[in-house]
Every structure is written in C-alpha cells, then in structure tokens.
C-alpha cells in the first residue's frame, strides 16, 4: 500500500517535469520566432 | 509587436493547461490514498473480529 | 509566416502534454486494476482459510 502510494508520488513528479519540459520548449522556440521576425 | 503579443497568449494558455493538469493529478492522488486508508481500516477491523473470536 | 510558424509551436506543445496525460492517465488506471485484482485474490484466500477451519 504505502509503496502504492509512493509511486504515484514519484508519477506525478515525472509527469508535471514532462509538462514543465514542454513549456519551456515552447517559451524558446517562440522567443527564437519572435526575433527572426 | 503581435508576435510578442501572440507568444505571451501561448505561453498563457499553456501553464493554463498545465494548472489544470496539476489540479487533475493532485485530486487523482487524494483518491488514492483514501483508497489506501480505507482498505487498511477493513483490515484492522478483520484482524480484531478474528482476534475476538 | 512568424505567426503560422508559432501557431505550429504551441499545437505541437500541446499536443505533447496530451500525449504524456493521456500515457499517465492510462496507467493510474492500470496500476488501480492490479491493485483490485491483488486485493480480491487476497480476500478469496482469505474465505478459503476460514472455510477449512
């Protein structure tokens, strides 16, 4: 049980660093877009 | 000067998506421990009938 | 062109975060069935025993 719960902590943590990821690529692909144009 | 405008929206409604997303996980994970806490309390009250007995 | 070029960005952001909530979603729910699963294997053994008694 107490695992159970421990590896949904360390899911969650994966998935919100995925999303940050993402973010963040898309902050410098724009800001690179931005200063082509 | 749109641009910027249209890369602040973006980045906007990303982390928009991205705090929902949170709010999803954080609620997914409350589930479970009440999952988790009810499953141990049967338990306990098992173990006490069998100790009763 | 700048715009299209963002537009095109921020869909293939999202559609990353989709991907990976849905990827994340499918195995809460993988890891909750196994959970049931082992918990009724458990109960069964449990009857079992208190039959043989």
Same mark, same amino acid.
């Given at each position: 049980?107490?695992? =159970?719960?421990?590896?949904?902590?360390?899911?969650?943590? &994966?998935?919100?660093?995925?999303?940050?990821? &993402?973010?963040?690529?898309?902050?410098?692909?724009?800001?690179?877009? #931005?200063?082509?144009? | 000067?749109?641009?910027?405008?249209?890369?602040?929206? =973006?980045?906007?409604? #990303?982390?928009?998506?991205?705090?929902?997303?949170?709010? =999803?996980?954080?609620?997914?994970?409350?589930?479970?421990?009440?999952?988790?806490?009810?499953? #141990?309390?049967?338990?306990?009250?098992?173990?006490?009938?069998?100790?009763?007995?």
């Amino acid at each position: 049980a107490a695992r =159970y719960l421990e590896e949904e902590e360390l899911r969650s943590q &994966h998935i919100l660093e995925c999303l940050n990821a &993402h973010i963040e690529e898309l902050k410098k692909d724009s800001e690179k877009t #931005v200063r082509q144009f | 000067k749109g641009l910027e405008e249209m890369r602040a929206q =973006y980045i906007k409604a #990303v982390s928009k998506i991205k705090r929902d997303m949170l709010c =999803y996980i954080r609620e997914s994970k409350e589930r479970a421990a009440e999952m988790i806490k009810a499953e #141990v309390l049967r338990e306990r009250q098992e173990t006490a009938r069998k100790m009763r007995k």
